[in-house]
């Protein structure tokens, strides 16, 4: 159903922004380290008008769902809640918000840990920025839609999902340093392209241990004398620590020392056996991993064509992505969900997009 069809008037403007993959550098961006996520060619997209009646309105075209609450009131719940973090948070910055009416589309699965919850909060600021003319560079959006996942969505998150869906593209790999937020453009690995497909199990960071490894890290932090593990750059200093902490910050400390590794410079083998080691890092040493999901890493990981797989997210469920020779991504895709399907579970092609 359109905005006009809901709305009674065409929209004023409109907005997208995509979802993301990340290639390495999982659970280290609320560390300060170091990530490489990539966008997907699934988008959500934002209509945006004004409203007349003092109440903003909020639609989603995917879940049929219309939500209408006065500017002063308490958080909504669900989807509202990303949008109306975004407003509150524009207003709390100085911008005059006037009442809005908002119908949202997307084609970025939800629960595949693919950042629907990004994408539908960088493309909502994007949008309010057109209907505004306001004057908000891109880097600002995306910290504006952080602080609206950690204090609307109740999601202690990083700053990476927000960051690759308002700067990334899909034609090449992000490298970002979450501290300094300095980044770089950077192209994938030659003779390669990704595949990303859905476990089919399905996830919600603000209902997972997510909030949970967060504190873990902190406390690892504090006990190690740190600001955050990304100041740890040997692994064996973590050795010190209790257990689960211990693993941990193993994970975090390792894992950056990865991507660091990639902004070298390495060949597409390396960079597939790096994939390799962050899922194993991401299974035993973190514990965000669920059965179907190594399973389906598993048969990537001994398929021909794949330099190296591993879950993407952060875990509990959603997707995994791997690494393949370029122009066999498709084959090598269709090919390892008939096999991952025939184990009891049902997994689909996100990428190379199939459904859009």
């Known amino acids: 159903m359109n905005f006009q069809k809901i709305f009674g008037k065409p929209p004023e403007t409109e907005a997208s922004a995509p979802g993301r993959v990340n290639l390495l550098g999982e659970h280290t961006d609320y560390n300060d380290g170091f990530v490489l996520p990539t966008a997907i060619p699934q988008r959500t997209t934002v209509q945006l008008g004004f409203s007349t009646d003092g109440h903003h309105h909020f639609y989603s075209e995917d879940l049929d769902e219309q939500v209408s609450i006065l500017e002063s009131n308490h958080t909504p719940s669900g989807f509202a809640s990303y949008i109306f973090g975004c407003i509150q948070l524009l207003q709390k910055e100085g911008h005059t918000i006037p009442s809005l009416n908002l119908h949202v589309k997307s084609t970025v699965p939800i629960g595949s840990g693919l950042s629907s919850s990004a994408a539908l909060e960088v493309a909502t600021l994007r949008a309010v920025r057109q209907l505004l003319n306001l004057p908000i560079n891109d880097v600002e959006i995306a910290q504006l839609a952080q602080q609206a996942e950690i204090h609307y969505a109740g999601v202690q998150c990083g700053i990476m999902d927000q960051m690759a869906s308002s700067l990334a593209d899909t034609e090449h790999m992000l490298f970002l340093d979450t501290r300094s937020l300095e980044r770089r453009v950077m192209p994938f690995p030659s003779g390669t392209e990704i595949v990303v497909i859905d476990s089919g199990v399905p996830r919600t960071l603000a209902g997972s241990g997510y909030n949970q490894r967060r504190a873990e890290c902190e406390e690892a932090a504090r006990l190690l004398g740190v600001k955050a593990l990304r ?126």
């Open 231 to 356: 100041d740890i750059t040997d692994s064996s200093a973590t050795e010190v620590l209790p257990e689960p902490l211990r693993r941990r910050a193993r994970h975090v400390v390792t894992e950056n020392n990865r991507v660091l590794e990639v902004l070298q410079g390495v060949s597409s083998q390396r960079f597939g056996e790096l994939m390799n080691a962050s899922h194993a890092s991401l299974r035993d040493n973190y514990e965000v991993s669920v059965p179907a999901l190594d399973t389906l890493v598993e048969i990537l990981q001994k398929t021909a064509g794949v330099f190296g797989a591993r879950l993407t997210g952060a875990g509990f469920g959603g997707a995994c992505v791997a690494l393949v020779a370029a122009g066999e991504g498709r084959g090598i895709a269709s090919n390892v969900l008939e096999q991952y399907n025939q184990t009891g579970n049902t997994g689909r092609i996100l990428v190379p997009a199939t459904d859009f």
